[in-house]
C-alpha cells in the first residue's frame, strides 16, 4: 500500500511529524506508539533542518533523502514532499 505523497501545508510541520503521522495512519495507530520511535531510526533534527525553507528563495528544488523505518520505505524530497511505500518486509503487522 502506498500513500501518495504529500506537501506540507502548515507552517509548523515538519518532514518528521509528516512521516510519523503518514506511518502512524498506516499502521492504525497514534504517532507516540511507533516503536521504535522515529528519533532512534534518525536525527529528526538534522532531516528537518536538511529541507527547511532557505534565506535565499524560501523552498529547495534539489535533494532527497530515502531510508527505511517500520518496514516503510520513506522518502523525503528537497521541495518537502514526503512520500511513504509499503516496502513491508520485518517489523510489519500480520493478522492472526
Do not use: W
Request: with cysteine.
Amino acid at each position: 500500500m502506498e500513500r501518495a505523497p504529500t506537501a506540507r501545508t502548515a507552517a509548523i510541520d515538519t518532514p518528521c511529524i509528516e512521516i510519523v503521522e503518514q506511518i502512524a495512519a498506516l499502521e492504525d495507530v497514534d504517532p507516540t506508539e511507533l516503536q521504535p520511535p522515529l528519533h532512534d531510526v534518525i536525527d529528526p533534527e538534522a532531516v528537518n533542518d536538511l529541507f527547511s525553507p532557505t534565506k535565499r528563495n524560501g523552498t529547495r528544488e534539489s535533494g532527497r533523502v530515502r531510508f527505511d523505518y517500520l518496514g516503510y520505505d520513506v522518502v523525503v524530497r528537497g521541495d518537502g514532499r514526503v512520500s511513504v511505500s509499503s516496502g513491508r518486509t520485518q517489523n510489519s503487522k500480520t493478522d492472526e
